[in-house]
């Protein structure tokens, strides 16, 4: 069985980063490459810049964190946010990180998948995807606009999408549990898993390890993406892995 993956998540806005709930309600929480040092030396697998404002005046500095957070982490980053075009996957991978997350753009072209993974390999593509279960309970339907905006897209039909297309792996987040902290979202975890091949993160509701270890015990995917857990110090991702491993839980020790 691989390895499991713990990935810290950085909402990042005018350069610092915040966490709220259910997408609003941001605090900030500190500095993105200090942070993301702290969670190298702790073992973790990768780490996540989501630029959340993701507006054109804000380009610059995403890309200045870009660069001292690739000069100075030993694990892979990844960058999402704000990604519009081709242009914006080769300023971010040329900046030094390794996969670039798209979301709302991809919606709207999907084509851009496709470009991306032909230009750059489909490990560098990530395809972000914010959902939220219908009020009929008959499935979930996907969302942009960090969440404002219901496009009207059943999650199933476009994870199979993305994977068609050539996306490497789909980060999935619940707005149902986003911030929440009561877990995640199990049963579209799975729903999801049923219908694709590649990697998927789970997002979307960490409030403690056990959550962690619950996701890996009743899901397949690959990694599992948390905020606050770590960034208010309530638990080290060495603490996760130690965990995991007494769960049986295979996870990558690298330092």
Known sequence: MLAKRIIPC?????G?????????????????????K???LQCADEVVFLDITATYENRDIIKDLIERGASELSIPLAVGGGIRTIDDF???LSSGADKVSVNSAAIANPQLIKEASDEFGVQCVVVAIDAKQRDDKSGYDVYVAGGRKNTGIDLIEWAQQCEALGAGEILLTSMDKDGTRDGFDIDMLNAVLQVVSIPVIASGGCGGIEDIIEVFEKTNCDGALAASLFHYGEATIDEVKEECKKHNIPVRRNK
């Open 10 to 14: 950085l909402d990042i806005k005018n």
């Open 16 to 36: 610092k980063v915040v966490k709220g709930v259910h997408f609003v309600g941001l605090q900030e929480v500190g500095d993105p490459v200090e942070l993301a």
């Open 90 to 92: 080769r300023m971010i």
């Open 38 to 40: 702290k969670y190298d």
